[in-house]
């Protein structure tokens, strides 16, 4: 049995709680898991002056994975900086993977079965911004290069062959941002030469977004640069049960995050309320990094059967608390056995 290293990251909010619950899944588990903990957040900035210390970029690297909760980013606090941005920056974690799956819910359409690949480093999320005339006039750079957008490309075409899915769309806006989409469209055509087996279609991001409302089930692989792909899978996952069981991926060539997508809930910290079907989910797709593809497979299957009993919290019309969903996941995992 292999051992794996997962370095949790708890953040603020309900992140501390969500990260908590996975780490009693994955112990359930018949595994051989090393944890370890490292701090980001707004409360480690206000007790150490960094949301992202040296050292917690240092445990990632050391880990094979790591799992990490939600944090709190205040636009308002000067010199202060987003570190799941920087993180991604730091580490290379330059593809971001967002499944969007139909849940035996109501609140999710059927027959969808779709991937979102975003760019994770560059493009609008680039850092690179100045105030001019005074502060009258804001100006961020958009950067968008070859080496960016090749790697990003050719990892959602090789996602697509090996999860035996037919067809990629490439997302861009390349009508009016003609250098920068314009170059991210120009890779694309060369890399898919490579590729007879799957079919390139290319989509404005704008009708893209229209075409997730109408038709959501038309798309199998969506790539696209970094600020498109963040608001396209918010989008996307309204279609399958909304931030409560949406999870992502970081994946870059010598780390990887995985994580819940919705925020750290201030609201909702202590009172039981709090989802951690997200952040099982990103569990699950780090079991898959990991090559621990039927731990991987028991952890989703009891999620959906949750689900499906409604065995969940309020938002997905459930009435269990937390910690309840947890156990029932732990449960479920153990009839499976």
């Given at each position: 049995m292999t051992r794996h290293r997962i370095c949790l990251l708890h953040g603020d909010g309900i992140g501390p709680e969500v990260i908590a619950c996975a780490e009693q899944v994955l112990r359930a588990l018949p595994l051989d898991l090393e944890f370890t903990r490292a701090?980001?957040?707004?409360?480690?900035?206000?007790?150490?002056?960094?949301?992202?210390?040296?050292s917690t970029l240092q445990e990632i690297r050391h880990a094979d994975a790591a799992l990490f909760g939600a944090v709190t980013t205040p636009p308002n606090i000067p010199n202060y900086f987003s570190p799941v941005v920087r993180m991604r920056q730091s580490l290379e974690l330059f593809a971001n993977f967002r499944p969007c799956r139909s849940i035996p819910h109501a609140s999710s359409r059927a027959g969808i079965d779709l991937l979102i690949v975003r760019e994770n480093t560059e493009g609008l999320y680039s850092g690179i911004e100045r105030l001019e005339d005074d502060g009258n006039r804001a100006i961020t750079e958009r950067v968008i290069t070859r080496k960016g957008s090749e790697r990003?490309?050719?990892?959602?075409?090789?996602?697509?062959?090996?999860?035996?899915?037919?067809?990629?769309?490439?997302?861009?806006?390349?009508?009016?941002?003609r250098q920068t989409c314009g170059l991210f469209r120009t890779v694309a055509f060369e890399v898919a030469k490579e590729y007879?087996?799957?079919t390139l279609q290319e989509m404005l991001v704008d009708t893209c977004a229209m075409e997730l409302v109408r038709a959501p089930e038309q798309f199998e692989v969506i790539?696209?640069?970094?600020?498109?792909?963040?608001?396209?899978?918010?989008?996307?996952c309204m279609f399958v049960g909304g931030l409560g069981v949406a999870a992502s991926a970081n994946i870059g060539a010598d780390a990887a995050v995985f994580e819940p997508v919705h925020g750290s809930a201030p609201t909702l910290v202590g009172t039981g309320k709090a989802n951690p079907i997200a952040t099982f989910l990103a569990a699950a797709m780090m079991l898959d990094y990991l090559n621990e593809k039927e731990s991987a497979e028991r952890l989703r299957n009891a999620v959906q059967a949750c689900i499906?009993?409604?065995?969940?919290t309020p938002d997905l019309d459930g009435n269990l608390t937390t910690d309840q969903v947890t156990e029932r996941i732990k449960v479920r995992m153990q009839n499976e056995e």
């Open positions: 701090e980001i957040g707004f409360g480690e900035y206000q007790r150490s002056g960094s949301p992202l210390p040296d990003i490309i050719r990892k959602a075409f090789d996602t697509a062959r090996q999860t035996g899915r037919k067809s990629v769309h490439v997302v861009h806006k390349a009508n009016v941002l007879p087996d799957i790539v696209t640069t970094n600020l498109f792909g963040d608001i396209l899978s918010d989008e996307a499906a009993n409604k065995e969940s």
